[in-house]
């Protein structure tokens, strides 16, 4: 199994940060809370934010832990480990996505997203605030 973290940004206007998985990747065209895989000696809330400079070039500050989903794609299982965060820092600059949107709650059923991501989504459809 292989663990990977996402970050659910919230902005200002209580929109949420997704980004697009470039065509050529694995899932590319499917839309993600933006995150990646922990490497090895790295807690969660590390690769959290290092994943988000690499990817994004943003520093982002985690409030809170948001659950975690394990969920089997064709290839492979993976435990995804979600955090509400912000960011504090930066303008983002896609380096491993092809675009990106600020959307708020209710309108993230409307994009294709992974699939280990829609447990996210249905969590934060029953949370009141975020």
């Known amino acids: 199994m292989i663990d990977v973290v996402a970050a659910i940004i919230i902005n200002e206007q209580q929109q949420i940060l997704i980004a697009k998985r470039k065509e050529e990747k694995m899932l590319g065209g499917y839309w993600e809370f933006p995150g990646g895989k922990i490497e090895s000696g790295e807690t969660a809330e590390e690769s959290l934010i290092r994943e988000l400079m690499e990817e994004m070039h943003i520093d982002i500050k985690i409030y809170k832990y948001f659950g975690e989903n394990i969920y089997t794609y064709e290839r492979e299982t993976i435990k995804l480990i979600g955090y509400i965060a912000e960011i504090v820092k930066g303008k983002i ?5 092809s675009d990106y949107k600020w959307v708020k709650k209710q309108e993230l059923t409307k994009y294709n997203m992974a699939p280990a ?6 969590k934060l459809e029953k949370e009141a605030s975020i």
């Open 93 to 97: 600059i896609l380096t491993d996505h």
């Open 117 to 122: 991501d829609i447990y996210f989504i249905k």
